[in-house]
């Protein structure tokens, strides 16, 4: 059974660049999450999404954005790329309610 | 709002001594807990979880989690530590009966000191 999957696995984009990470869950899996990870401020919830609509959102400005498709895999935009939207990106799926999220490898964002 | 807080950024273990991780939890109403660990430049990997029944939760490579309502805790342990268990611990809730999104702390860093 494969796993969660995000590409690609790095990128480098220049301030003021827009940026879309992918995501395919788990086959099955309906919940898919992200999440920001940096050293200084740990792991950080951007939203879920859950058969095609956004379920829980987190304290990100509007420049993050995402959607899930039909077949649940998902795609996370950020706009007007920032220095500080250098992190590794998470994205993790879930049949939700009691069972655990499986992680992707992550996407690494370098912004210059 | 539903937090979790580790309190030790850094946990350093004689290799063979037994290591615990730190890990308690706010939420109103009963938790999901679970722990997950993250190996260098590689994703979260579940370690295990907390839903109802027996305090004492067994999980993968040996490790074990005590849950106490009381302290709001769900301590990591592990009874004798492995050079290979160093790595980054993550401890996260969701609230028990909602569709809610998971929250992490920020994570500790294990060292086993060989």
């Known amino acids: 059974k494969a796993g969660v999957t995000q590409t690609p696995r790095y990128l480098i984009k220049t301030r003021g660049q827009q940026v879309t990470l992918s995501c395919s869950p788990i086959s099955g899996h309906r919940s898919v999450s992200w999440y920001q990870q940096t050293p200084g401020q740990g792991l950080q919830f951007l939203f879920e999404y859950f058969s095609e609509t956004q379920r829980n959102k987190g304290n990100f400005p509007g420049r993050f954005s995402g959607r899930q498709f039909s077949n649940s895999r998902s795609e996370m935009n950020v706009s007007t790329l920032e220095l500080g939207d250098s992190a590794l990106y998470l994205c993790?799926?879930?049949?939700?309610?009691?069972?655990?999220?499986?992680f992707g490898q992550g996407t690494r964002l370098t912004v210059v | 709002a539903q937090s979790v807080a580790q309190p030790e950024d850094q946990v350093n273990v004689a290799e063979g001594n037994p290591l615990t991780v730190k890990c308690t939890y706010s939420?109103?109403?009963?938790?999901?807990l679970f722990w997950y660990v993250q190996y260098p430049n590689r994703g979260l990997q579940f370690l295990l979880k907390?839903?109802?029944?027996?305090?004492l939760v067994k999980g993968s490579y040996g490790f074990e989690a005590e849950f106490n309502k009381s302290q709001t805790s769900f301590h990591l342990k592990k009874p004798s530590a492995l050079v290979s268990d160093s790595a980054l611990y993550f401890c996260a809730v969701r609230h028990m009966n909602r569709d809610d999104k998971i929250i992490f702390g920020k994570g500790t860093r294990l060292h086993i000191l060989p």
């Open positions: 993790a799926s879930s049949l939700g309610g009691v069972l655990e999220a499986f």
């Open positions: 907390y839903i109802t029944g027996d305090n």
């Open positions: 939420v109103s109403g009963n938790p999901y």
